[in-house]
């Protein structure tokens, strides 16, 4: 590729192949994509990806992404929130998609992923010794445990449940059902078996 592409190309086609799910046909178009077009679009993002390390940083209570002008998260230090009611999951986005239902007032607590050994992730590397902590100091009265509704969500939040072991909260998990429009028979095992669990009357 040296001989055909520029080396300036090809340092960007490298550079887009770091990223997760990106392979080397997909580094060429996005490459190719930022050379053709306006290069106001290759400055735009030049400078969000310059300003990304040094604008963001993590909360040191919740442990979700925040500004770095904040000292802690919104979501947490606004008096509305109830510091009572705790939704644990795994990752940043996680809360993205939560806040966009308009249904939660409480506030979270990122693991920072999920126990896998295939990833080499145990508990230790979770933040689950801060979250017995802030069960302590916030008195949080529930703990809504919203970790995806797979092996390693699963396995994680067993051992968070068993982690708290006789502290004075209440745990919840997150229902799992059918999704709207999916018929029954294409929906799968642990789905079917998690709506029959969660069924209510009617």
Do not use: W
């Not at 939040?157 to 997150?174: D, F, M, N, S």
């Amino acid at each position: 590729m040296d001989r055909v592409v520029p080396p300036a190309l090809a340092k960007l086609i490298d550079a887009l192949e770091q990223l997760p799910g990106v392979g080397p046909r997909t580094a060429e178009r996005y490459a190719y994509f930022l050379f053709k077009n306006a290069e106001s679009k290759s400055v735009d993002l030049a400078k969000a990806l310059g300003s990304l390390h040094s604008n963001i940083k993590i909360c040191p209570v919740t442990f979700a992404m925040i500004d770095s002008a904040d000292d802690v998260s919104r979501l947490y230090s606004d008096p509305e929130r109830n510091k009572r009611i705790v939704a644990v999951v795994a990752d940043p986005f996680d809360i993205a998609a939560l806040e966009k239902t308009r249904s939660f007032n409480g506030t979270y607590h990122v693991l920072g992923g999920l126990v896998s050994p295939i990833d080499n992730m145990g508990p230790e590397q979770l933040h689950i010794n801060e979250l017995l902590n802030r069960i302590k100091k916030d008195k949080v009265k529930e703990l809504i445990l919203a970790t995806n509704a797979s092996v390693e969500g699963e396995s994680t939040a067993l051992l968070i449940t068993k982690r708290i072991g006789e502290l004075k909260v209440k745990i919840t998990r997150l229902a799992r059902g059918l999704p709207v429009g999916v018929d029954l028979e294409y929906a799968d095992q642990i789905t079917l078996k998690r709506a029959l669990e969660g069924r209510q009357a009617v």
